[in-house]
């Protein structure tokens, strides 16, 4: 099968084949959306020589690889990147020119599949990028979602959700096969029985799914390798009772299916419900266990020794959704192959590598015993073997200390019996890792100190990374051709490179050029939003951005608390409106559905916004927009844009990161807190070329400590007194006091994430800011220092990273 002819009049040929005979229309009166159909799919033909030739050496070489193992992947759009990874863009633009198609047309159409909440998912696809660029085997495993991450709409600035149907145009980048669908069980009982006098345990579930792949390329970036990514759809068994149907039944024969197609219905549907919760940890269970079975029976060559199993694979357990993994492997090596207990857990305890991205205690995983046992019963004593001889062990290193047992044991007494995931995972996984230098540290240090002690190297960190593909080199054209002017096109593979562009710092001829860069993305940026939501972004502003879930943690309101203090002292004349930088501040959030407080802060910031904006008194000074439905398409277009990257997370509380990143790769200052990846970012760039503030980790740790009153920052603040008073006031909700109480009281009687005690600090950080901006010289000198010292944060270091410390894959061909 020989990859269609790379010249533009091939190209032609097979965009029309596919035109006609793939979509049934003629160049003539076909819609945009069947033109990129057909686009999508002559792109896909050009990567299947590559895909095929990749599974064929796969096979014969059987080389190590990663099974990454995620319940999300925030893929954005394909197109683009499957044009770069083969170095067709070119042909493609011309070929469709000739038919008179303008190929951004085509690219608009396309709709991402938003198959995560954020920096998480994101990541995972970051990665499955970097091991396709660098050559490494990878099976990317997660779940095909029918509906990914809502749709977010603004009613009167209140966060209405609008179901995804990402599929609803076609889905021309999947191949399903339901010929190779896996049966994944649940429910039911064990029981155990005489295997030729030995005694067994099996499982007699009670019902099941089939779980169907849908696969996906990876393409790598021109190197002729593409790597696969296999999502499950949960399709139901005897789809359809035949009987039931007869006897008029209808709601009731399509119950069963109802019921089992639910479990890839939903990205992380509701969980504040005893269903929703189920359903969660019936979507964990089915994605690994399919994996799994996917891996050991179609994967592996028939025959294979298990024994052997560690030296061909590493599952990565991307935070604990996948963690079920765990005792799902005990129980096919010791049920189903018949393997020795010990045998299997030596084996377990090689294949598995767990990643935590958290600290928030509430984040924490745990499955009720309850839940865990009605469902999957047989997993649930496997669980409790693996921590009677991990206690056991506990017990012969420290002795009966009881209090320690009661820490370490991986089911919980209280506040019921349950199942802490991370703690399997620690206990199961060959290495333990964080996701920046200090999340790592605190993990080992507040976290899970007792296995740090227990497990003597088991914990390393590896620093998150962002694809320069995806981030810089699509999504920043203009700033990819100026570095590549400058330093080549090395950079695109080999990230460090960036080093090159040092001196051009002091180049003014270049600080303009990166200047004109930043322009033209605000001009890019102000067209995209303007057609999408009739916003628009004045190319003389300060671009001033903060886009990450909504969360407390994150701080937000601190954000908010900003712009109304700004806002108060110009309105009031205590700032001659002259004296203020131009700034547009930019949001975009999304609060989960069930998080009453984040959605409280999304209508703040929307009233805030229209007040603002609206007032005569500010105008063409500052300027607040808040694009709904903030996804990784419009993170392409609003990175490149910005200058200033807010990172403002209470110190300690932000695992990494990665947003903070793509800002700096891009060329945006940060103003930020030593928090996450911040605090390395900061080391790198340097001080003078990052806006720090706020309390240092061990402070918040003293604060808490001493017992921590808001109040008294407010009563202490003018400024910070003013603002909130404002909010009290009604000046954002038409004279109505009560609208923003509950955020109001919450900022002055609790405030976990101490928002008022880092106010004055962020404020000062802030004219900073402004100063430092008024020298565009300087400002421009940073911005550059700041691309050019992020090479770290290439997703192809972390993936180096993990390959030397954790999976050992070494890069095939
Ligand atoms: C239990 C359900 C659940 C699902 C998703 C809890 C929490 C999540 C988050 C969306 C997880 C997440 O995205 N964490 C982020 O992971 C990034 C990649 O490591 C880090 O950079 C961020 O700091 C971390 O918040």
């Not at 603004?154 to 889905?171: M, T």
């Not at 009966?400 to 996984?429: C, F, K, Q």
Request: charged content about 25%; aromatic content about 10%.
């Amino acid at each position: 099968m020989g990859s269609p002819a790379s010249s533009v009049d091939g190209f032609v040929r097979e965009f029309l084949r596919e035109l006609n005979f793939g979509q049934g229309v003629a160049l003539t009166g076909s819609e945009v959306n069947d033109q990129y159909l057909a686009l999508a799919r002559t792109v896909r033909h050009y990567l299947m020589a590559r895909w095929l030739e990749t599974l064929r050496r796969q096979a014969d070489t059987q080389s190590k690889g990663v099974a990454y193992l995620s319940a999300e992947y925030l893929l954005g759009r394909q197109l683009n990147n499957a044009l770069l990874a083969t170095g067709l863009t070119d042909i493609v633009k011309q070929g469709l020119a000739q038919c008179g198609i303008d190929l951004a047309d085509l690219r608009a159409q396309e709709v991402e599949p938003g198959l995560g909440n954020g920096g998480l998912g994101r990541l995972a696809a970051c990665f499955i990028d970097s091991l396709a660029t660098m050559s490494v085997p990878c099976i990317g495993y997660g779940i095909r979602y029918e509906y990914g991450i809502f749709r977010q709409t603004f009613v009167d600035g209140r966060q209405v959700e609008q179901p995804d149907s990402w599929l609803a145009l076609g889905a021309p980048w999947e191949f399903p096969h339901p010929e190779a669908a896996q049966t994944v069980h649940f429910g039911g009982r064990t029981e155990t029985y005489d295997d030729e006098g030995v005694e067994r345990s099996r499982w007699i579930p009670a019902w099941n799914v089939q779980a169907v792949p849908y696969n996906y390329m990876v393409p790598g970036y021109q190197n002729g390798r593409v790597n696969t990514l296999r999502l499950w759809r949960a399709v139901a068994t005897d789809a359809f009772d035949l009987r039931i149907f007869n006897s008029g039944d209808y709601e009731e024969a399509v119950r069963a299916q109802t019921f089992a197609e639910n479990i890839s219905k939903v990205l992380y549907p509701e969980d504040s419900t005893p269903q929703g919760k189920e359903l969660r940890l019936q979507q964990q269970y089915f994605f690994v266990a399919a994996s799994i079975a996917n891996f050991l029976d179609d994967v592996l060559p028939e025959g294979f020794d298990l024994a052997r199993l560690p030296e061909r694979i590493i599952f990565q357990l991307n935070d604990t959704h996948p963690v079920i993994a765990v005792p799902e492997l005990m129980r096919v090596l010791v049920d189903e192959r018949k393997m020795d207990w010990d045998d299997a857990w030596a084996i377990t305890q090689k294949c598995f590598a767990y990643t935590c991205h958290t600290l928030l205690p509430e984040a924490l995983e745990v499955w009720p015993v309850a839940l865990l046992g009605k469902l999957l019963p047989r997993h649930l004593e496997i669980i409790y073997r693996i921590n009677d001889e991990f206690l056991e062990a506990v017990r012969e290193r420290f002795g009966d200390d009881e209090l320690r047992i009661r820490r370490m044991s991986i089911i919980a007494e209280h506040p019921e019996r349950a199942v802490r995931m991370a703690y399997l995972a620690t206990v199961a996984g060959a290495k333990v890792n964080g996701v920046a230098e200090l999340h790592s540290q605190l993990l080992r240090d507040k976290v899970l100190p007792d296995f740090d002690e227990f497990y003597p190297g088991k914990f390393t960190n590896v620093t998150n990374g962002i694809t320069p593909r995806r981030f810089v080199r699509l999504a920043n054209p203009a700033l990819s051709e100026l570095i590549t002017d400058a330093v080549g096109v090395g950079w695109i593979t080999d990230l460090e490179r960036l080093r090159e562009l040092e001196p051009f710092a002091e180049d003014e001829d270049f600080r303009l050029r990166f200047r004109e860069v930043k322009a033209h993305n605000k001009r890019r940026l102000n067209g995209v939003l303007q057609q999408r939501d009739g916003l628009s972004v004045g190319d003389d502003h300060m671009l001033d951005v903060m886009v990450k879930r909504l969360h407390e943690y994150k701080r937000q309101l601190l954000k908010v608390l900003h712009i109304v203090t700004l806002y108060d002292r110009i309105s009031t004349g205590e700032l001659d409106p002259a004296d203020v930088t131009p700034r547009t501040f930019v949001f975009g959030a999304k609060a989960a559905p069930g998080y009453k407080m984040a959605k409280e802060i999304i209508h703040l910031i929307n009233a805030v916004g229209t007040v603002v904006n609206a007032d005569p008194k500010v105008q063409d000074r500052i300027n607040v927009l808040f694009p709904p439905n903030y996804n990784v398409t419009l993170a392409e277009k609003l990175i490149p844009a910005a200058d200033l990257s807010e990172q403002i997370s209470l110190a300690g509380k932000e695992a990494s990161g990665t947003g903070n990143m793509k800002f700096a790769l891009n060329g945006a200052l940060t103003i930020g807190t030593d928090d996450g990846a911040n605090v390395e970012i900061r080391q790198l760039v340097g001080d003078e070329h990052f806006f720090l503030f706020g309390m240092l980790e061990p402070e918040v740790e003293a604060l808490a400590a001493k017992g921590y009153v808001p109040s008294s920052f407010y009563e202490a603040d003018p400024n910070l007194r003013r603002a909130i008073d404002l909010i009290s006031s009604g000046a954002f909700s038409g004279g109505d006091k009560t609208t923003f109480e509950p955020v109001v009281a919450n900022l002055l009687y609790e405030d976990r994430f101490m928002v008022l005690a880092d106010y004055a600090s962020y404020l000062e950080a802030q004219e900073k800011v402004d100063a430092a901006y008024a020298d565009q010289e300087a400002w421009t000198r940073s911005a550059i220092l700041n691309v050019a010292r992020s090479g770290y944060f290439s997703s192809d270091r972390s993936m180096r990273d993990y390959i030397d410390r954790i999976w050992h894959t070494p890069p095939t061909f």
